[in-house]
């Protein structure tokens, strides 16, 4: 009856790409996965006839519903599953657990002839000001468009360091991809710096475009060949044509679908011992944790916990905790954050507060003054206190220090400064995400 029931609710979903969560009668999410047609996929779990393999069919026993979020395509539904995997780390997935992105394409600027290639690590400090496009969900496509664009408007893939002004490059011997027309050599002097700077605009603005001048002419020649019976030929065509147009199928940084790689570059040593002079500390610092509240239109209140050693974000010391002693409900409940950050400093440092485990260095609250002190009573009633407890207002990014009333004004660039808004704006990644994902979903079904 189980089975039956999911499979008549699987049938009536929307035929839509998206992406389904399978939950347990506690709503404990189990297995997060992606699907080109929500009803036939999800469907398939259900049939009497359904083979999962020895790793899924112990999941099955446990499913009790699911629920799913409908996607623009294919490529956001990737998206949101590598996003939810690595947040939600749910029992029954094997694949996207580890720390491996989605890549980026790069067009550099600040050299005298920009290169253009593919990254996994858009926040390298190297690419500072480069143009950044993606992440692209299919990185094999990605590549092959490169290469099939890169005879068009021939920039250069290669990592030499290529200055106008140096004499010696007109007796440089560029590489073979001169040779067959797909880069101008600028290695050799074989083009000047504003004629290439040219064509590399071209090709950013053509990343912009819907590329849909060059797909017609594309195509106009694939069924040209075709009718020629030149079926090689057109069949290249084909798959240069498809490649092409997997530029599409991708998302922007803004969109902060993978925060582990977006994190703007800090000097994590620089920026920790920054730190360490404002809040006056005699020893130096090395753990923060970092602490939010979020919530669903007022409803399924949550608490975050992220972790940074050295400046870096530890995710096995990543929690998340639903709030138990708040009742926030819609239309008749109150968000109430202090009482929230209560709770959770409690869970969180029980232990510690009873001399049983070490504090971190220090605890960032995401708030101001009057989420540090809903921290600070918190932290009143346990046994052992913590070094250092500060939080982090928003709009004016003031800094407030336990036991002082008056907050601490860096500038914009401090690093310190930079590494408390990194692990402030993580805590809330964390704690938001999800929500964010289901307020989408209730707001498509309204």
Not at 114 to 130: E, H, I
């Amino acid at each position: 009856m189980r089975l039956a029931r999911l499979l008549r609710k699987a049938r009536e979903l929307p035929r839509v790409p998206g992406v389904y969560l399978m939950k347990d009668e506690k709503g404990l999410v189990l297995y997060v996965g992606k699907a080109a047609n929500l009803p036939d996929r999800v469907s398939s779990y259900f049939v009497p006839s359904a083979e999962l393999g020895f790793k899924k069919d112990p999941m099955l026993d446990r499913v009790m519903d699911f629920d799913t979020l409908e996607c623009e395509g294919e490529w956001e539904a990737l998206l949101t599953e590598n996003r939810l995997i690595k947040d939600l780390k749910p029992r029954f997935n094997v694949r996207l657990v580890d720390d491996k992105t989605f890549p980026y394409l790069v067009v550099t600027q600040r050299e005298d002839f920009p290169r253009v290639f593919v990254t996994r690590n858009p926040s390298d400090p190297d690419l500072k000001g480069a143009k950044i496009f993606g992440p692209f969900t299919n990185a094999g496509a990605l590549r092959d468009a490169i290469q099939i664009l890169q005879r068009v408007f021939k920039f250069r893939t290669c990592k030499l360091d290529i200055l106008e002004s140096d004499e010696k490059n007109k007796f440089f011997r560029p590489c073979l991809l001169y040779a067959i027309n797909q880069c101008t050599a600028p290695c050799a002097a074989k083009i000047g710096k504003e004629a290439y700077g040219a064509d590399v605009d071209r090709f950013v603005r053509f990343l912009g475009t819907k590329r849909s001048v060059m797909l017609r002419e594309m195509e106009a020649e694939m069924q040209a060949a075709a009718a020629d019976t030149r079926f090689e030929r057109a069949a290249v065509l084909r798959d240069q044509i498809k490649a092409i147009q997997k530029l599409d199928e991708r998302a922007s940084k803004s969109d902060g679908w993978q925060p582990e790689t977006e994190i703007s570059y800090l000097d994590p040593e620089k920026a920790l011992a920054s730190l360490q002079r404002t809040l006056k500390m005699d020893d130096p610092i090395r753990c923060i944790e970092g602490i939010d509240i979020a919530h669903l239109m007022g409803g399924e209140t949550v608490g975050s916990k992220v972790c940074f050693v050295d400046g870096r974000p530890f995710k096995n010391e990543y929690r998340r905790y639903k709030i138990a002693t708040v009742n926030n409900l819609p239309g008749g409940g109150t968000n109430d954050d202090y009482s929230s950050i209560r709770e959770v400093v409690s869970r969180r440092y029980r232990e510690a507060g009873g001399g049983h485990e070490l504090y971190p260095d220090v605890i960032l609250i995401d708030g101001g003054l009057g989420q540090l002190h809903a921290a600070l009573e918190a932290f009143d009633q346990l046994d052992v206190k913590p070094p250092m407890v500060i939080s982090l207002a928003k709009k004016e990014e003031l800094i407030y220090i336990q036991r002082k009333s008056e907050p601490v004004r860096l500038g914009r660039e401090n690093p310190g400064l930079r590494l408390c808004q990194a692990i402030r704006d993580e805590a809330h990644r964390f704690a938001q995400s999800y929500h964010h994902l289901l307020r989408r979903k209730k707001t498509l079904e309204e």
